[in-house]
């Protein structure tokens, strides 16, 4: 069974560049699992930022950026802002199967 | 604007049922996949069922097969989660993702499983 993993926390100073990286256990994560990154903020729905490894929605910041780093997905903030302040998990998808990861508390001070 | 509106939650008891229905305005929830995730309490999203837009080609994370079924009703918009047999663990915020590339999430309905 396939675990997506994710660094538990990670903390990066306001107008600081912070990587987030998202893995599989069963094997290395290429564009072919179609990595896709969320936002989520306490008590709000998680928000979409990332789709297809690199893609942002209209409404990402430019700000992310997603790509592929050695055996994993990773999520880059450049110039991290205090609404970045949140929890940030990925998915990765199998076929017709997609894993979440345990996600990212990201800290911005 | 693109509103997703989930309904149908609540308390049941283990072993009961609950239908969980998605409803969007506008945006044509039949134009692609339409997906349910849910959330248990202080825990990360959990990926558990898609429905394709013509409702022909399904999927469904193991731990609901055979107790969850997905549904759409083309004509009223409607995506519609039914969940029987439920358990204690399915306890959680269910959220309804519509859009290419889970672009809408809804705000979730919660259920509870508790006796």
């Known amino acids: 069974q396939t675990v997506v993993t994710q660094e538990p926390s990670l903390t990066v100073s306001p107008g600081g560049t912070v990587t987030l990286t998202c893995g599989s256990t069963t094997a290395t994560v290429t564009n072919d699992q179609r990595c896709y990154w969320f936002q989520q903020k306490p008590g709000q729905a998680p928000t979409t930022l990332i789709f297809?490894?690199?893609n942002r929605h209209s409404w990402t910041p430019a700000r992310f950026s997603g790509s592929l780093l050695g055996d994993k997905a990773a999520l880059t903030l450049s110039s991290a802002q205090p609404e970045d302040d949140a929890d940030y998990y990925c998915?990765?998808?199998?076929?017709?199967?997609?894993?979440f990861g345990g996600g990212t508390k990201l800290t911005v001070l | 604007d693109v509103k997703i509106v989930e309904s149908g939650g609540g308390l049941v008891q283990p072993g009961g049922s609950l239908r969980l229905v998605c409803n969007a305005s506008?945006?044509?929830?039949?134009?692609?996949?339409v997906r349910w995730a849910r959330q248990a309490p202080g825990k990360g999203p959990e990926g558990l069922a898609g429905i394709e837009k013509d409702g022909r080609r399904k999927s469904y994370v193991d731990s609901v097969k055979g107790r969850f079924t997905l549904s759409r009703d083309i004509g009223k918009n409607l995506v519609i989660l039914q969940m029987d047999s439920l358990r204690v663990e399915d306890t959680g915020l269910y959220y309804c993702?519509?859009?290419?590339?889970?672009?809408?999430w809804g705000q979730g309905t919660p259920v509870t499983v508790a006796s």
């Open positions: 993702i519509g859009g290419a590339w889970w672009a809408y």
């Open positions: 998915l990765l998808s199998y076929g017709s199967l997609q894993v």
């Open positions: 506008g945006y044509d929830l039949n134009s692609e996949w």
């Open positions: 297809n490894t690199r």
